[in-house]
């Protein structure tokens, strides 16, 4: 199941990274106006922590509650047009058999990847009754069984001074 989870944010990610582009040329976001120009941002590690620990938790919010608008809000505008609800909806549903309700998220660190920056933090959730029962089942306590943590990757960059989402990793 990890695996399945693991693969399909992977997937979505390739894909999101794939309709990225960082246009060198004005004239490149003018024959495609639908991707979005990233411009390289220098911007102090603490407020990009505040402003990714705050897309982070809506996003995963947006996963943990099904809320669709609430989970593509922060997103560039290329994903929000791939992403689309219908999509969000089995990605929801395999979320929330894994995880429970955020209960933890450790901030880690910020990565410069060029024009973008990628925000770490470890995560930590609620344990649901389905998981609980599968613990049960397998002759298995689940109060003496730790939760696992999760790795949260977002990945960041700045366009016309905002700054979006372009992908987030769970594993």
């Known amino acids: 199941m990890k ?11 390739l894909f999101t990274l794939a309709a990225c582009s960082t246009p060198s040329r004005p004239e ?54 791939t992403m689309t609800a219908a999509k969000f909806a089995p990605m ?17 660190g910020t990565l410069n990847q060029g024009a973008f920056k990628m925000v770490v933090w470890k995560a930590r959730f609620a344990r649901t009754r389905a998981l609980e029962e599968a613990l049960k089942r397998d002759g298995r306590d689940p109060a003496a069984q730790t939760v696992p943590d999760v790795l949260v990757r977002l990945l960041l960059g700045n366009v016309d001074g905002q700054w979006k989402i372009f992908a987030i990793v769970l594993n």
């Open 28 to 81: 490149d976001s003018a024959k495609n106006p639908a991707r979005s120009s990233v411009q390289s941002v220098e911007i102090p590690e603490q407020q990009l922590r505040e402003i990714a620990t705050g897309y982070a938790k809506e996003v995963l919010g947006g996963l943990e509650n099904g809320d669709y608008p609430r989970f593509i809000r922060n997103y560039a505008a290329e994903y929000a047009e």
């Open 3 to 13: 695996k399945i989870v693991s693969v399909t944010v992977a997937a979505a990610v």
């Open 92 to 108: 929801t549903k395999m979320f929330q058999k894994r995880n429970g309700k955020l209960e933890q998220l450790d901030y880690l």
